[in-house]
């Protein structure tokens, strides 16, 4: 035990990945990078996968390099481990670790639609607010959210491509639905916004 201190306190070691953050513009969340390693104080190191013992990837020398496959997704995380000598696949032993993250900018195959019904709502009541129904489909993706108000705003419903839900009556003049690409845990930002629409509310034709 005292010689995997020492060697583990004497080693050091760096992890990078080529491309960071993966694009992916195939909705199945999933993406290839190139991992490149090196390191000091070592004689043997390994790549795991998730944690310090997670799926081995490579097991080299001091240093190396390995390409994934088609299995990366958002935020995983690959640990570089000193194993010289047989050190046990333990967090005193890790020299370094990289997260590798998704992202579907620039990717011209993704589309979305989203639609409300009734738009404007007819509000007879004096509230100010009312029910709506939307709708929405989507292209190049596996997962999309409905959020109001903003990209991260308040989550209405997660669902699979395509989808429709309901609203409570709580819909006021100018609330927004933003339909959020959330394929492979992508962040709730404006670049993965695919569609948003507006809805209004009327008096028209209240008795």
């Known amino acids: 035990m005292t010689v995997n201190v020492t060697r583990a306190g004497c080693s050091s070691g760096t992890i990078s990945a080529n491309p960071n953050p993966i694009q992916v513009c195939d909705g199945s969340g999933l993406g290839v990078t190139a991992l490149s390693w ?3 104080g070592t004689a043997a190191v390994e ?3 998730g944690s310090p013992s997670g799926g081995l990837l490579a097991h080299t020398g001091p ?3 390995a390409t994934t496959g088609k299995w990366v997704g958002q935020g995983t995380t690959f640990f570089l481990q000193d194993v010289t000598g047989g050190l046990p696949l333990t967090a005193a032993n890790t020299l370094a670790t990289i997260s590798v ?3 579907a900018t620039g990717c011209a195959n993704r589309t979305g639609t989203l639609t ?4 404007p709502i007819q509000v007879c009541d004096g ?3 009312g029910v709506t129904g939307l709708s929405w489909t989507s292209g190049g993706t596996t997962t999309v959210e409905l959020r109001v108000g903003a990209p991260n705003g308040a989550l209405l419903a997660h669902t699979g491509p395509a989808g429709s839900a309901n609203t409570g009556k709580w819909v006021g003049q100018g609330t927004t639905f933003f339909l959020q ?4 845990g992508l962040p709730l930002t404006a670049a993965n916004t695919l569609a948003t629409i ?3 509310t009327t008096t028209a034709g209240c008795p």
């Open 38 to 40: 090196m390191s000091t």
């Open 47 to 49: 790549v795991r996968v």
């Open 181 to 184: 690409d959330v394929s492979g």
């Open 101 to 103: 993250g998704l992202t």
């Open 127 to 129: 509230s100010g607010l």
């Open 63 to 65: 240093s190396g390099s």
């Open 116 to 119: 409300a019904n009734p738009n």
């Open 198 to 200: 507006t809805v209004n």
